[in-house]
Nanobody, 121 residues
Framework: QVQLVESGGGLVPAGGSLRLSCVVS????????MGWFRQAPGKGREFVAS????????DYADSVKGRFTISRDGAKNTVNLQMNSLKLEDTAVYYC??????????????WGKGTLVTVSS
């Protein structure tokens, strides 16, 4: 049984940084890409960033390019999201997911339960 568990969320002032982590357990998902998504209050879930296990190819939403960095640690089966220069509009629950093509919401077979990020003014 595959489990994705996020951590690292919290309260941070605007302009600050946070690092989210997603630990994958159960089995290796080498044929998948890993993605981060977020859902702000009253809004739908949106793609944030993704990375391929096989070649570390990354993809980012325009709203986070240059501020967020996704990375993976194969030895620890972990995917991280470094978030810098946080803005109020980054406030959301952040979810980790594994799928065929997270950037296009395709084949998203596994999800974590999310971690809350709140950016304060």
């Amino acid at each position: 049984q595959v489990q994705l568990v996020e951590s690292g969320g919290g309260l941070v002032p605007a302009g600050g940084s946070l690092r989210l982590s997603c630990v994958v357990s159960g089995r290796r998902l080498s044929s998948y890409a890993m993605g981060w998504f977020r859902q702000a209050p009253g809004k739908g879930r949106e793609f944030v960033a993704s990375i391929s296990w096989s070649d570390s190819k990354t993809d980012y939403a325009d709203s986070v390019k240059g501020r967020f960095t996704i990375s993976r640690d194969g030895a620890k089966n972990t995917v991280n999201l470094q978030m810098n220069s946080l803005k109020l509009e980054d406030t959301a629950v952040y979810y980790c997911a594994a799928g065929i093509d997270p950037a296009h919401y395709y084949g998203l077979d596994y999800w974590g339960k999310g971690t809350l990020v709140t950016v304060s003014s």
